[in-house]
Protein backbone atom coordinates (compact mmCIF):
# COMPACT_ATOMS: atom_id res chain seq x y z
CA UNK A 1 0.00 0.00 0.00
CA UNK A 2 1.28 3.27 -1.15
CA UNK A 3 0.09 5.53 1.39
CA UNK A 4 2.05 9.06 -0.40
CA UNK A 5 -0.38 7.88 -3.35
CA UNK A 6 -3.22 7.46 -1.28
CA UNK A 7 -2.81 10.46 0.21
CA UNK A 8 -2.66 12.30 -2.89
CA UNK A 9 -5.63 11.23 -3.70
CA UNK A 10 -7.38 11.54 -1.16
CA UNK A 11 -5.98 15.58 -1.31
CA UNK A 12 -7.47 15.41 -5.18
CA UNK A 13 -10.46 14.69 -3.76
CA UNK A 14 -11.02 17.33 -1.35
CA UNK A 15 -10.05 19.92 -3.43
CA UNK A 16 -12.46 18.78 -5.87
CA UNK A 17 -15.15 18.51 -3.74
CA UNK A 18 -14.28 22.24 -2.39
CA UNK A 19 -14.12 23.67 -5.66
CA UNK A 20 -17.64 22.25 -6.39
CA UNK A 21 -19.14 23.59 -2.90
CA UNK A 22 -17.53 26.67 -3.95
CA UNK A 23 -18.96 26.57 -7.75
CA UNK A 24 -22.65 26.75 -6.41
CA UNK A 25 -21.88 28.81 -3.68
CA UNK A 26 -20.59 31.52 -5.69
CA UNK A 27 -24.03 31.05 -8.11
CA UNK A 28 -26.48 30.86 -5.79
CA UNK A 29 -25.09 34.26 -4.33
CA UNK A 30 -24.98 35.87 -7.54
CA UNK A 31 -28.72 34.81 -7.93
CA UNK A 32 -28.99 36.45 -4.54
CA UNK A 33 -26.67 39.51 -5.95
CA UNK A 34 -28.89 40.01 -8.92
CA UNK A 35 -32.17 39.62 -7.15
CA UNK A 36 -30.89 41.88 -4.06
CA UNK A 37 -30.17 44.65 -6.54
CA UNK A 38 -33.02 44.32 -8.38
CA UNK A 39 -35.56 44.57 -5.81
CA UNK A 40 -33.45 47.57 -3.72
CA UNK A 41 -33.10 49.82 -6.80
CA UNK A 42 -36.94 49.10 -7.88
CA UNK A 43 -38.86 49.27 -5.07
CA UNK A 44 -37.57 52.75 -3.84
CA UNK A 45 -39.51 53.82 -7.45
CA UNK A 46 -42.46 51.76 -7.29
CA UNK A 47 -45.58 53.64 -6.51
CA UNK A 48 -49.45 53.90 -7.85
CA UNK A 49 -47.95 56.62 -10.16
CA UNK A 50 -46.41 53.85 -12.14
CA UNK A 51 -49.27 52.33 -13.31
CA UNK A 52 -51.45 55.24 -13.23
CA UNK A 53 -49.16 57.62 -15.36
CA UNK A 54 -47.39 57.92 -18.93
CA UNK A 55 -44.05 57.27 -19.46
CA UNK A 56 -42.88 61.08 -18.66
CA UNK A 57 -40.60 63.52 -20.70
CA UNK A 58 -36.92 63.80 -18.94
CA UNK A 59 -37.00 65.83 -15.90
CA UNK A 60 -40.47 65.08 -14.51
CA UNK A 61 -42.48 62.26 -12.44
CA UNK A 62 -44.64 59.73 -14.66
CA UNK A 63 -45.47 56.22 -14.99
CA UNK A 64 -45.24 53.31 -17.25
CA UNK A 65 -48.66 52.91 -17.52
CA UNK A 66 -48.69 52.72 -21.49
CA UNK A 67 -46.00 50.56 -21.93
CA UNK A 68 -47.72 48.00 -19.46
CA UNK A 69 -50.47 48.38 -21.27
CA UNK A 70 -48.94 47.85 -24.75
CA UNK A 71 -46.86 44.66 -23.03
CA UNK A 72 -50.10 42.86 -22.38
CA UNK A 73 -52.20 43.38 -25.34
CA UNK A 74 -49.00 42.34 -27.58
CA UNK A 75 -48.31 39.40 -25.22
CA UNK A 76 -52.12 38.24 -25.09
CA UNK A 77 -52.10 38.59 -28.94
CA UNK A 78 -48.87 36.75 -29.36
CA UNK A 79 -50.29 34.23 -27.25
CA UNK A 80 -53.70 34.00 -29.42
CA UNK A 81 -51.65 33.73 -32.97
CA UNK A 82 -48.97 31.10 -31.52
CA UNK A 83 -50.36 28.80 -29.44
CA UNK A 84 -53.03 27.24 -31.86
CA UNK A 85 -50.80 26.61 -34.07
CA UNK A 86 -48.17 25.43 -31.48
CA UNK A 87 -50.91 22.99 -30.28
CA UNK A 88 -52.00 21.56 -33.09
CA UNK A 89 -48.31 21.10 -34.94
CA UNK A 90 -48.08 18.94 -31.23
CA UNK A 91 -51.00 17.18 -31.82
CA UNK A 92 -49.99 16.10 -35.01
CA UNK A 93 -46.69 15.03 -34.13
CA UNK A 94 -47.97 13.06 -30.51
CA UNK A 95 -51.25 11.63 -32.09
CA UNK A 96 -51.13 11.14 -35.99
CA UNK A 97 -47.10 11.14 -37.00
CA UNK A 98 -46.18 9.48 -34.15
CA UNK A 99 -43.24 7.56 -36.10
CA UNK A 100 -43.50 9.89 -39.18
CA UNK A 101 -40.54 11.39 -40.47
CA UNK A 102 -42.23 14.30 -40.86
CA UNK A 103 -42.64 14.55 -37.00
CA UNK A 104 -39.13 13.87 -36.19
CA UNK A 105 -37.85 16.39 -38.84
CA UNK A 106 -40.03 18.93 -37.23
CA UNK A 107 -38.86 18.47 -33.88
CA UNK A 108 -35.51 18.65 -34.54
CA UNK A 109 -36.17 21.47 -36.33
CA UNK A 110 -38.58 22.94 -33.87
CA UNK A 111 -35.59 22.29 -31.04
CA UNK A 112 -33.29 24.65 -33.13
CA UNK A 113 -36.01 27.20 -33.08
CA UNK A 114 -36.29 26.86 -29.37
CA UNK A 115 -33.17 28.69 -28.94
CA UNK A 116 -32.34 30.49 -31.89
CA UNK A 117 -31.58 34.13 -31.59
CA UNK A 118 -34.63 36.31 -31.02
CA UNK A 119 -33.29 39.57 -32.89
CA UNK A 120 -33.10 37.47 -35.60
CA UNK A 121 -37.09 36.96 -35.18
CA UNK A 122 -37.24 40.64 -35.24
CA UNK A 123 -35.18 40.76 -38.27
CA UNK A 124 -37.49 38.21 -40.32
CA UNK A 125 -41.00 40.13 -39.02
CA UNK A 126 -39.24 43.50 -40.14
CA UNK A 127 -38.84 41.81 -43.69
CA UNK A 128 -42.57 40.57 -44.10
CA UNK A 129 -44.44 42.62 -42.33
CA UNK A 130 -42.99 45.90 -41.21
CA UNK A 131 -41.13 47.08 -44.68
CA UNK A 132 -44.51 46.19 -46.70
CA UNK A 133 -47.26 47.74 -44.78
CA UNK A 134 -44.75 50.70 -44.51
CA UNK A 135 -44.24 51.85 -40.76
CA UNK A 136 -43.55 50.11 -37.15
CA UNK A 137 -46.94 48.72 -35.53
CA UNK A 138 -48.23 46.68 -32.47
CA UNK A 139 -49.63 44.16 -34.56
CA UNK A 140 -45.66 43.10 -36.43
CA UNK A 141 -44.69 43.17 -32.54
CA UNK A 142 -47.31 40.51 -31.73
CA UNK A 143 -46.27 38.64 -34.28
CA UNK A 144 -42.71 38.64 -33.50
CA UNK A 145 -43.41 37.54 -30.29
CA UNK A 146 -45.63 35.11 -31.56
CA UNK A 147 -42.70 33.30 -33.35
CA UNK A 148 -41.21 32.87 -30.26
CA UNK A 149 -44.15 31.45 -29.03
CA UNK A 150 -44.73 28.49 -31.44
CA UNK A 151 -41.70 26.38 -31.03
CA UNK A 152 -42.41 26.57 -26.76
CA UNK A 153 -45.89 25.19 -26.92
CA UNK A 154 -44.96 22.71 -29.92
CA UNK A 155 -42.52 21.32 -27.47
CA UNK A 156 -44.49 20.86 -24.39
CA UNK A 157 -47.85 19.59 -26.24
CA UNK A 158 -46.40 17.02 -27.69
CA UNK A 159 -44.59 15.97 -24.40
CA UNK A 160 -47.82 16.14 -22.74
CA UNK A 161 -49.54 13.89 -25.25
CA UNK A 162 -47.14 11.46 -25.40
CA UNK A 163 -47.81 10.96 -21.43
CA UNK A 164 -51.18 10.05 -21.98
CA UNK A 165 -51.75 6.20 -21.48
CA UNK A 166 -52.48 4.75 -24.74
CA UNK A 167 -54.66 2.44 -23.17
CA UNK A 168 -57.14 5.71 -23.10
CA UNK A 169 -57.18 5.80 -26.46
CA UNK A 170 -57.91 2.44 -26.82
CA UNK A 171 -60.91 2.81 -24.66
CA UNK A 172 -61.86 5.46 -26.61
CA UNK A 173 -61.21 3.79 -29.68
CA UNK A 174 -63.30 0.74 -28.59
CA UNK A 175 -66.41 2.31 -27.78
CA UNK A 176 -66.48 4.08 -31.80
CA UNK A 177 -64.97 7.25 -31.16
CA UNK A 178 -63.92 8.57 -33.83
CA UNK A 179 -60.17 9.71 -33.82
CA UNK A 180 -60.96 13.54 -34.08
CA UNK A 181 -63.21 12.94 -30.97
CA UNK A 182 -60.88 11.15 -29.27
CA UNK A 183 -58.27 13.74 -29.15
CA UNK A 184 -60.12 16.69 -28.75
CA UNK A 185 -62.43 14.98 -25.96
CA UNK A 186 -59.69 12.28 -23.99
CA UNK A 187 -56.25 13.60 -24.44
CA UNK A 188 -56.60 16.83 -24.33
CA UNK A 189 -58.63 16.50 -21.32
CA UNK A 190 -55.82 14.37 -19.39
CA UNK A 191 -53.50 16.62 -20.52
CA UNK A 192 -54.97 20.03 -19.92
CA UNK A 193 -52.88 20.95 -16.98
CA UNK A 194 -49.52 20.31 -18.89
CA UNK A 195 -50.42 21.67 -21.95
CA UNK A 196 -51.62 25.02 -19.73
CA UNK A 197 -47.84 24.81 -18.66
CA UNK A 198 -46.49 25.32 -21.38
CA UNK A 199 -48.83 28.09 -22.48
CA UNK A 200 -47.96 29.91 -19.40
CA UNK A 201 -44.20 29.22 -20.18
CA UNK A 202 -44.75 30.77 -23.48
CA UNK A 203 -46.01 33.79 -22.08
CA UNK A 204 -42.78 33.82 -19.11
CA UNK A 205 -40.57 33.61 -22.26
CA UNK A 206 -41.98 36.23 -24.34
CA UNK A 207 -42.73 38.76 -21.68
CA UNK A 208 -39.03 39.94 -20.97
CA UNK A 209 -38.25 39.75 -24.41
CA UNK A 210 -36.68 42.92 -26.07
CA UNK A 211 -34.55 42.07 -29.15
CA UNK A 212 -37.72 41.43 -31.62
CA UNK A 213 -39.78 44.28 -30.78
CA UNK A 214 -36.96 46.58 -30.60
CA UNK A 215 -37.77 47.41 -34.56
CA UNK A 216 -41.46 45.74 -34.81
CA UNK A 217 -43.56 47.40 -32.34
CA UNK A 218 -40.84 50.25 -31.98
CA UNK A 219 -41.66 51.95 -28.99
CA UNK A 220 -43.96 55.29 -28.60
CA UNK A 221 -43.91 57.81 -25.91
CA UNK A 222 -47.99 57.55 -25.81
CA UNK A 223 -50.54 55.95 -24.84
CA UNK A 224 -52.40 54.29 -27.42
CA UNK A 225 -54.38 50.93 -28.54
CA UNK A 226 -53.93 51.23 -32.29
CA UNK A 227 -52.53 47.96 -33.61
CA UNK A 228 -51.37 49.79 -36.70
CA UNK A 229 -49.46 52.19 -34.85
CA UNK A 230 -45.92 51.82 -33.01
CA UNK A 231 -46.96 50.69 -29.44
CA UNK A 232 -44.82 51.02 -26.55
CA UNK A 233 -43.99 47.32 -24.50
CA UNK A 234 -42.23 47.61 -20.65
CA UNK A 235 -38.40 45.75 -22.23
CA UNK A 236 -38.20 48.84 -24.74
CA UNK A 237 -38.84 51.49 -22.57
CA UNK A 238 -36.13 49.75 -20.32
CA UNK A 239 -33.65 49.38 -22.44
CA UNK A 240 -34.75 53.24 -23.92
CA UNK A 241 -34.77 54.68 -20.25
CA UNK A 242 -31.69 52.54 -18.90
CA UNK A 243 -29.32 53.92 -21.44
CA UNK A 244 -30.44 57.40 -21.17
CA UNK A 245 -28.36 60.10 -18.76
CA UNK A 246 -31.69 61.19 -16.78
CA UNK A 247 -32.22 59.61 -13.31
CA UNK A 248 -35.18 59.71 -12.93
CA UNK A 249 -35.59 57.47 -16.43
CA UNK A 250 -33.13 55.05 -15.22
CA UNK A 251 -35.30 54.84 -12.07
CA UNK A 252 -38.04 53.95 -14.06
CA UNK A 253 -36.41 51.31 -15.82
CA UNK A 254 -35.33 49.85 -12.45
CA UNK A 255 -38.81 49.98 -11.54
CA UNK A 256 -39.82 47.96 -15.14
CA UNK A 257 -37.31 45.55 -14.73
CA UNK A 258 -38.94 44.75 -11.13
CA UNK A 259 -42.09 44.38 -12.67
CA UNK A 260 -41.02 42.29 -15.26
CA UNK A 261 -38.71 39.82 -13.49
CA UNK A 262 -41.42 39.57 -10.20
CA UNK A 263 -44.27 38.66 -13.45
CA UNK A 264 -41.63 35.74 -14.77
CA UNK A 265 -40.45 34.56 -11.68
CA UNK A 266 -44.29 34.15 -10.66
CA UNK A 267 -45.16 32.93 -14.13
CA UNK A 268 -42.65 30.36 -14.46
CA UNK A 269 -43.61 28.99 -10.22
CA UNK A 270 -47.45 28.95 -11.47
CA UNK A 271 -46.64 26.86 -14.39
CA UNK A 272 -44.55 24.69 -11.83
CA UNK A 273 -46.92 23.53 -9.45
CA UNK A 274 -49.43 23.27 -12.24
CA UNK A 275 -47.09 20.99 -13.24
CA UNK A 276 -46.32 19.35 -10.15
CA UNK A 277 -49.96 18.75 -9.05
CA UNK A 278 -50.28 16.64 -12.10
CA UNK A 279 -48.09 14.22 -10.99
CA UNK A 280 -49.25 13.79 -7.96
CA UNK A 281 -53.21 13.26 -8.94
CA UNK B 1 -84.43 -0.93 -38.96
CA UNK B 2 -86.14 1.64 -41.56
CA UNK B 3 -84.01 3.13 -44.64
CA UNK B 4 -84.76 6.16 -43.07
CA UNK B 5 -82.40 5.02 -39.67
CA UNK B 6 -79.60 3.74 -42.32
CA UNK B 7 -79.45 7.00 -44.02
CA UNK B 8 -79.21 8.87 -40.66
CA UNK B 9 -76.77 6.65 -39.75
CA UNK B 10 -74.41 7.02 -43.09
CA UNK B 11 -75.16 10.87 -42.90
CA UNK B 12 -73.86 11.04 -39.34
CA UNK B 13 -70.92 8.93 -39.82
CA UNK B 14 -69.51 10.67 -43.00
CA UNK B 15 -69.65 13.88 -41.03
CA UNK B 16 -67.45 11.97 -38.71
CA UNK B 17 -65.36 11.34 -41.24
CA UNK B 18 -64.95 14.19 -42.72
CA UNK B 19 -64.23 15.70 -39.39
CA UNK B 20 -61.91 13.42 -38.94
CA UNK B 21 -59.69 14.48 -42.31
CA UNK B 22 -60.04 18.04 -41.33
CA UNK B 23 -58.68 17.80 -38.09
CA UNK B 24 -55.91 15.61 -39.18
CA UNK B 25 -55.05 17.85 -41.69
CA UNK B 26 -55.25 20.98 -40.12
CA UNK B 27 -52.57 19.56 -37.43
CA UNK B 28 -50.79 18.41 -40.42
CA UNK B 29 -50.52 21.77 -41.68
CA UNK B 30 -50.07 23.77 -38.36
CA UNK B 31 -46.73 20.97 -38.11
CA UNK B 32 -45.21 22.14 -41.72
CA UNK B 33 -45.64 25.31 -40.62
CA UNK B 34 -43.12 25.09 -37.87
CA UNK B 35 -40.82 23.76 -40.84
CA UNK B 36 -41.63 26.78 -43.02
CA UNK B 37 -41.27 29.32 -40.59
CA UNK B 38 -37.26 27.90 -40.18
CA UNK B 39 -37.51 27.99 -44.35
CA UNK B 40 -39.01 31.72 -44.59
CA UNK B 41 -37.15 33.41 -41.64
CA UNK B 42 -33.86 31.91 -43.89
CA UNK B 43 -35.27 33.44 -47.27
CA UNK B 44 -36.50 36.44 -45.61
CA UNK B 45 -33.12 37.49 -44.24
CA UNK B 46 -31.54 36.60 -47.84
CA UNK B 47 -33.82 38.45 -49.84
CA UNK B 48 -33.20 41.32 -47.16
CA UNK B 49 -29.45 41.41 -47.24
CA UNK B 50 -29.31 40.93 -51.07
CA UNK B 51 -28.14 45.01 -51.84
CA UNK B 52 -25.54 44.38 -49.25
CA UNK B 53 -24.29 40.90 -50.43
CA UNK B 54 -24.14 41.99 -54.14
CA UNK B 55 -22.67 45.56 -53.22
CA UNK B 56 -19.89 43.98 -51.18
CA UNK B 57 -20.07 40.37 -52.13
CA UNK B 58 -17.45 37.78 -50.30
CA UNK B 59 -15.09 40.48 -49.09
CA UNK B 60 -17.82 41.20 -46.81
CA UNK B 61 -17.26 38.83 -44.47
CA UNK B 62 -13.15 39.79 -44.31
CA UNK B 63 -13.79 43.84 -44.17
CA UNK B 64 -13.26 45.20 -40.65
CA UNK B 65 -14.59 49.08 -41.88
CA UNK B 66 -17.93 50.06 -40.74
CA UNK B 67 -18.70 53.46 -42.41
CA UNK B 68 -22.61 54.51 -42.43
CA UNK B 69 -20.86 57.81 -44.33
CA UNK B 70 -18.82 56.14 -47.07
CA UNK B 71 -21.60 53.46 -47.03
CA UNK B 72 -18.73 50.92 -46.93
CA UNK B 73 -19.40 47.52 -44.52
CA UNK B 74 -17.45 45.02 -43.48
CA UNK B 75 -19.04 42.26 -40.65
CA UNK B 76 -15.28 41.14 -39.32
CA UNK B 77 -15.59 43.53 -35.85
CA UNK B 78 -18.93 42.16 -34.98
CA UNK B 79 -18.16 38.51 -35.91
CA UNK B 80 -15.10 38.83 -34.12
CA UNK B 81 -16.78 40.11 -31.03
CA UNK B 82 -19.50 37.72 -30.94
CA UNK B 83 -16.99 34.87 -31.27
CA UNK B 84 -14.83 36.45 -28.07
CA UNK B 85 -17.09 37.16 -25.76
CA UNK B 86 -18.71 33.71 -26.37
CA UNK B 87 -15.71 32.29 -25.65
CA UNK B 88 -15.25 34.15 -22.71
CA UNK B 89 -18.59 33.14 -21.39
CA UNK B 90 -17.84 29.41 -22.20
CA UNK B 91 -14.38 29.23 -20.25
CA UNK B 92 -15.51 31.00 -17.58
CA UNK B 93 -19.57 28.84 -17.54
CA UNK B 94 -18.25 25.65 -18.47
CA UNK B 95 -16.35 24.23 -15.49
CA UNK B 96 -18.63 26.14 -12.98
CA UNK B 97 -21.48 24.63 -14.59
CA UNK B 98 -19.92 21.29 -14.57
CA UNK B 99 -18.72 21.68 -10.94
CA UNK B 100 -22.22 22.68 -9.80
CA UNK B 101 -23.75 19.54 -11.64
CA UNK B 102 -21.49 17.66 -9.59
CA UNK B 103 -22.45 19.44 -6.59
CA UNK B 104 -26.36 18.45 -7.04
CA UNK B 105 -26.18 15.43 -8.43
CA UNK B 106 -22.98 13.49 -6.00
CA UNK B 107 -22.72 15.55 -2.90
CA UNK B 108 -25.80 17.86 -2.41
CA UNK B 109 -28.36 16.60 0.58
CA UNK B 110 -31.14 15.07 -0.93
CA UNK B 111 -33.74 18.27 1.22
CA UNK B 112 -31.80 20.62 -0.64
CA UNK B 113 -31.57 19.20 -4.22
CA UNK B 114 -34.95 20.61 -5.42
CA UNK B 115 -34.50 23.94 -3.88
CA UNK B 116 -31.04 24.78 -5.44
CA UNK B 117 -32.40 22.83 -8.62
CA UNK B 118 -35.16 25.49 -8.56
CA UNK B 119 -32.82 28.17 -8.18
CA UNK B 120 -30.93 27.00 -10.96
CA UNK B 121 -34.27 26.90 -13.47
CA UNK B 122 -35.13 30.27 -11.96
CA UNK B 123 -32.15 32.06 -13.05
CA UNK B 124 -32.17 30.53 -16.59
CA UNK B 125 -35.49 32.35 -16.82
CA UNK B 126 -34.59 35.77 -16.18
CA UNK B 127 -35.10 37.88 -18.92
CA UNK B 128 -32.12 38.66 -20.46
CA UNK B 129 -32.61 42.54 -20.22
CA UNK B 130 -32.77 42.48 -16.62
CA UNK B 131 -28.72 40.97 -16.86
CA UNK B 132 -27.65 43.61 -19.07
CA UNK B 133 -29.62 46.66 -17.02
CA UNK B 134 -27.61 45.10 -13.85
CA UNK B 135 -24.38 44.50 -15.82
CA UNK B 136 -24.42 48.13 -16.95
CA UNK B 137 -25.07 49.68 -13.35
CA UNK B 138 -23.46 47.26 -11.48
CA UNK B 139 -21.28 44.94 -12.82
CA UNK B 140 -19.65 47.36 -14.86
CA UNK B 141 -18.49 50.15 -12.49
CA UNK B 142 -17.35 47.60 -10.10
CA UNK B 143 -15.14 46.04 -12.79
CA UNK B 144 -14.44 49.11 -13.92
CA UNK B 145 -12.92 50.63 -10.15
CA UNK B 146 -12.16 47.18 -8.44
CA UNK B 147 -10.93 44.74 -11.13
CA UNK B 148 -10.13 45.97 -14.52
CA UNK B 149 -7.35 48.80 -12.74
CA UNK B 150 -5.80 45.25 -10.91
CA UNK B 151 -5.76 43.04 -14.13
CA UNK B 152 -3.72 46.33 -16.16
CA UNK B 153 -0.95 46.22 -12.94
CA UNK B 154 -0.89 42.67 -12.57
CA UNK B 155 0.29 41.92 -16.36
CA UNK B 156 1.21 45.28 -17.80
CA UNK B 157 4.87 43.54 -17.64
CA UNK B 158 4.00 40.12 -18.79
CA UNK B 159 4.31 40.06 -22.95
CA UNK B 160 1.49 38.39 -24.15
CA UNK B 161 -0.98 39.39 -21.51
CA UNK B 162 0.11 42.72 -21.15
CA UNK B 163 -1.72 43.27 -25.03
CA UNK B 164 -5.02 41.28 -23.84
CA UNK B 165 -5.26 43.61 -20.53
CA UNK B 166 -4.33 47.04 -22.20
CA UNK B 167 -6.01 50.47 -22.12
CA UNK B 168 -7.81 52.91 -19.60
CA UNK B 169 -10.68 50.43 -17.67
CA UNK B 170 -13.44 51.61 -19.10
CA UNK B 171 -15.30 49.15 -17.45
CA UNK B 172 -18.21 48.60 -20.00
CA UNK B 173 -16.09 46.46 -22.93
CA UNK B 174 -15.52 42.66 -24.55
CA UNK B 175 -14.47 41.34 -20.93
CA UNK B 176 -17.60 42.86 -19.57
CA UNK B 177 -20.36 41.54 -21.85
CA UNK B 178 -18.32 38.03 -21.58
CA UNK B 179 -18.71 37.85 -17.83
CA UNK B 180 -22.72 38.89 -18.00
CA UNK B 181 -22.81 36.06 -20.57
CA UNK B 182 -21.56 33.32 -18.77
CA UNK B 183 -23.41 34.07 -16.01
CA UNK B 184 -26.61 33.90 -18.84
CA UNK B 185 -25.81 30.29 -19.61
CA UNK B 186 -24.07 29.32 -16.77
CA UNK B 187 -27.95 27.91 -15.57
CA UNK B 188 -28.62 26.07 -18.80
CA UNK B 189 -25.24 24.61 -18.92
CA UNK B 190 -25.50 23.53 -15.23
CA UNK B 191 -29.32 22.07 -15.70
CA UNK B 192 -28.50 20.19 -18.51
CA UNK B 193 -25.29 18.54 -17.07
CA UNK B 194 -27.18 17.88 -14.30
CA UNK B 195 -29.80 15.89 -16.40
CA UNK B 196 -27.29 14.03 -18.27
CA UNK B 197 -25.36 12.89 -14.89
CA UNK B 198 -28.57 11.71 -12.94
CA UNK B 199 -29.27 9.22 -15.91
CA UNK B 200 -25.81 7.59 -15.30
CA UNK B 201 -26.85 3.62 -14.35
CA UNK B 202 -26.06 3.88 -10.63
CA UNK B 203 -24.56 0.17 -11.08
CA UNK B 204 -21.74 1.66 -12.82
CA UNK B 205 -21.27 4.57 -9.72
CA UNK B 206 -21.72 1.67 -7.07
CA UNK B 207 -18.73 -0.66 -8.54
CA UNK B 208 -16.54 2.04 -8.96
CA UNK B 209 -17.43 3.19 -5.09
CA UNK B 210 -17.08 -0.23 -4.48
CA UNK B 211 -13.47 -1.06 -5.96
CA UNK B 212 -12.39 1.98 -3.52
CA UNK B 213 -12.37 5.11 -6.18
CA UNK B 214 -12.87 8.80 -4.38
CA UNK B 215 -15.96 10.80 -5.58
CA UNK B 216 -13.85 12.95 -7.49
CA UNK B 217 -12.41 9.91 -9.50
CA UNK B 218 -15.89 8.67 -10.07
CA UNK B 219 -17.17 11.91 -11.90
CA UNK B 220 -13.90 11.80 -13.76
CA UNK B 221 -13.31 8.34 -14.60
CA UNK B 222 -17.09 7.15 -14.95
CA UNK B 223 -19.34 9.68 -15.05
CA UNK B 224 -18.13 11.70 -17.46
CA UNK B 225 -17.10 9.50 -20.26
CA UNK B 226 -20.28 8.22 -19.69
CA UNK B 227 -22.04 11.58 -20.37
CA UNK B 228 -19.52 12.74 -22.62
CA UNK B 229 -21.71 13.49 -25.87
CA UNK B 230 -24.70 15.02 -23.89
CA UNK B 231 -21.94 17.33 -21.39
CA UNK B 232 -20.81 18.47 -25.23
CA UNK B 233 -24.15 18.93 -26.42
CA UNK B 234 -25.14 21.09 -23.24
CA UNK B 235 -22.19 22.89 -23.49
CA UNK B 236 -23.29 23.96 -27.53
CA UNK B 237 -26.81 24.33 -26.52
CA UNK B 238 -25.11 27.37 -23.71
CA UNK B 239 -22.52 28.21 -26.53
CA UNK B 240 -25.60 28.20 -29.16
CA UNK B 241 -27.55 31.09 -26.49
CA UNK B 242 -24.32 32.79 -26.00
CA UNK B 243 -23.92 33.69 -29.69
CA UNK B 244 -27.45 34.97 -30.32
CA UNK B 245 -27.65 36.96 -26.79
CA UNK B 246 -28.55 40.48 -27.84
CA UNK B 247 -29.62 42.86 -24.61
CA UNK B 248 -27.70 41.31 -22.21
CA UNK B 249 -24.75 42.08 -24.53
CA UNK B 250 -25.98 45.72 -25.71
CA UNK B 251 -25.59 47.26 -22.24
CA UNK B 252 -22.01 46.75 -22.10
CA UNK B 253 -20.02 46.05 -24.96
CA UNK B 254 -19.51 49.76 -25.90
CA UNK B 255 -20.68 49.35 -29.71
CA UNK B 256 -17.51 50.26 -31.37
CA UNK B 257 -16.48 48.46 -34.67
CA UNK B 258 -13.21 47.57 -34.57
CA UNK B 259 -10.92 44.58 -33.29
CA UNK B 260 -8.37 45.42 -30.83
CA UNK B 261 -6.29 42.68 -28.84
CA UNK B 262 -7.36 44.31 -25.59
CA UNK B 263 -10.26 42.69 -23.70
CA UNK B 264 -10.89 45.58 -21.68
CA UNK B 265 -12.03 48.08 -24.62
CA UNK B 266 -15.13 48.58 -26.20
CA UNK B 267 -16.61 46.10 -29.37
CA UNK B 268 -19.22 44.64 -30.59
CA UNK B 269 -21.32 41.68 -31.36
CA UNK B 270 -23.36 40.96 -34.42
CA UNK B 271 -26.75 40.88 -32.48
CA UNK B 272 -25.68 44.31 -30.39
CA UNK B 273 -24.47 45.75 -33.93
CA UNK B 274 -27.92 45.27 -35.13
CA UNK B 275 -29.90 46.56 -31.84
CA UNK B 276 -27.90 49.22 -31.82
CA UNK B 277 -28.04 51.07 -35.37
CA UNK B 278 -30.96 49.41 -36.91
CA UNK B 279 -33.88 51.73 -36.24
CA UNK B 280 -31.22 54.53 -37.23
CA UNK B 281 -29.52 53.14 -40.24
CA UNK B 282 -30.55 55.39 -43.36
CA UNK B 283 -30.16 54.14 -46.80
CA UNK B 284 -30.47 50.74 -48.29
CA UNK B 285 -27.25 49.52 -47.88
CA UNK B 286 -26.90 50.13 -44.27
CA UNK B 287 -29.93 48.45 -43.38
CA UNK B 288 -29.26 45.41 -45.78
CA UNK B 289 -25.60 45.35 -44.56
CA UNK B 290 -27.24 44.92 -40.64
CA UNK B 291 -29.53 42.18 -42.06
CA UNK B 292 -26.64 40.39 -43.50
CA UNK B 293 -25.26 40.27 -40.32
CA UNK B 294 -28.12 38.61 -38.64
CA UNK B 295 -27.94 36.52 -41.63
CA UNK B 296 -24.32 35.49 -40.55
CA UNK B 297 -25.77 35.04 -36.96
CA UNK B 298 -28.89 32.81 -37.24
CA UNK B 299 -26.13 30.44 -40.05
CA UNK B 300 -23.70 30.23 -37.31
CA UNK B 301 -26.20 29.52 -34.69
CA UNK B 302 -28.02 27.08 -36.53
CA UNK B 303 -25.26 24.99 -37.47
CA UNK B 304 -23.96 25.29 -33.08
CA UNK B 305 -27.87 24.30 -32.12
CA UNK B 306 -28.34 21.68 -35.05
CA UNK B 307 -24.86 19.80 -33.76
CA UNK B 308 -26.05 20.35 -29.91
CA UNK B 309 -29.39 18.40 -31.12
CA UNK B 310 -27.75 16.00 -32.38
CA UNK B 311 -25.52 15.46 -29.65
CA UNK B 312 -28.33 15.36 -27.10
CA UNK B 313 -30.47 12.66 -28.84
CA UNK B 314 -27.39 10.47 -29.48
CA UNK B 315 -27.17 10.61 -26.00
CA UNK B 316 -30.97 10.35 -25.33
CA UNK B 317 -30.82 7.00 -27.44
CA UNK B 318 -28.04 5.68 -25.71
CA UNK B 319 -29.94 6.19 -22.38
CA UNK B 320 -33.33 5.76 -23.30
Known amino acids: MDASLYAARRRRNTVAMAASFIATGIGLAWLALILGVLVWNGLSGLSLAVFTEMTPPPGS???LLNAIVGSLIMTVLAIVIGAPIGMLAGTYMAEYGRHDKLTSVVRFINDILLSAPSIVVGLFIYEVMVRPMGNFSGIAGAAALAVIVIPVVVRTTEDMLLLVPDTLREAAASIGLPRSRMITRIAYR????????????????????????????????????????????LPTVIFQFALSPYEDWQRLAWTGALIITFSVLALSILARTLAATRKTS | MSAQDAADRARALGKLRLGDVVFRSVTRIAAIMVLALLGGVIVALVIGAMPALQAFGFSFLTTQSWNPVTEQFGALAPIYGTLVTSLIAMVIAVPFGLL??????????????????????????IPSIIYGIWGLFVLAPFLQVHVQPALISAFGSVPVLSSLFAGPPYGIGVLTAGLILAIMVLPFITSISRDVFEAVPPVLKEAAYGLGCSTWEV???VVLPYTRVGVIGGVMLGLGRALGETMAVTFVIGNAHRITASLLAPGTTISASIANEFTEAIGEVYTASLIALGLILFVITLIVLAAARYMLLRIERRIG
Open chain 1, 61 to 63: DGG
Open chain 2, 219 to 221: MRH
Open chain 2, 100 to 125: IALFLTELCPKWLRRPIGVAVELLAG
Open chain 1, 190 to 233: AALSGIVTGVLLAVARISGETAPLLFTSLNNQFFSTDLNAPMAS
